[in-house]
């Protein structure tokens, strides 16, 4: 199993970026996939969330309605799309996923619940 994140960069307040996760080694549709961030001095955190199967996302507050996660099986990449970004959205962003099987309505928010990482993908929001 392999994650590749990508699709960072240096934005303004306010502008958006797309980034991926192409992933290898296994079933898309069939993993839960997350991406978490990690800014300068502070703790991962979890900022997105798709069940496996249904594809169905999950955001926490702080990045609801302006985050979308998106997911294409053929193509075997998942998308986080950052619009209206801000200053505290700098961060580094990574993917994960996990092949271990729960409920049908779970959602994995927590960094043990994922087995793989992509490396990462720098995201800097200029005010």
């Known amino acids: 199993v392999q994650l590749q994140a990508s699709g960072g960069g240096l934005v303004q307040t306010g502008g958006s970026l797309r980034l991926s996760c192409a992933a290898s080694?296994?079933?898309?549709?069939?993993?839960?996939i997350g991406w978490f961030r990690q800014a300068p001095g502070k703790t991962r955190e979890w900022v997105s969330a798709?069940?496996?199967?249904?594809?169905?996302?999950h955001y926490p507050d702080s990045v609801k309605g302006r985050f979308t996660m998106s997911r294409d099986n053929v193509n075997k990449t998942v998308y986080l799309q950052l619009n209206s970004l801000k200053p505290e959205d700098t961060a580094v962003y990574y993917c994960?996923?996990?092949?271990?099987?729960?409920?049908?309505?779970?959602?994995?928010?927590?960094?043990?619940?994922?087995?793989?990482w992509g490396q990462g993908t720098l995201v800097t929001v200029s005010s």
């Open positions: 994960a996923a996990t092949g271990a099987r729960t409920g049908t309505y779970y959602y994995r928010l927590f960094e043990y619940e994922y087995d793989y």
């Open positions: 080694g296994f079933t898309l549709e069939t993993y839960a």
């Open positions: 798709m069940r496996p199967n249904d594809g169905v996302p």
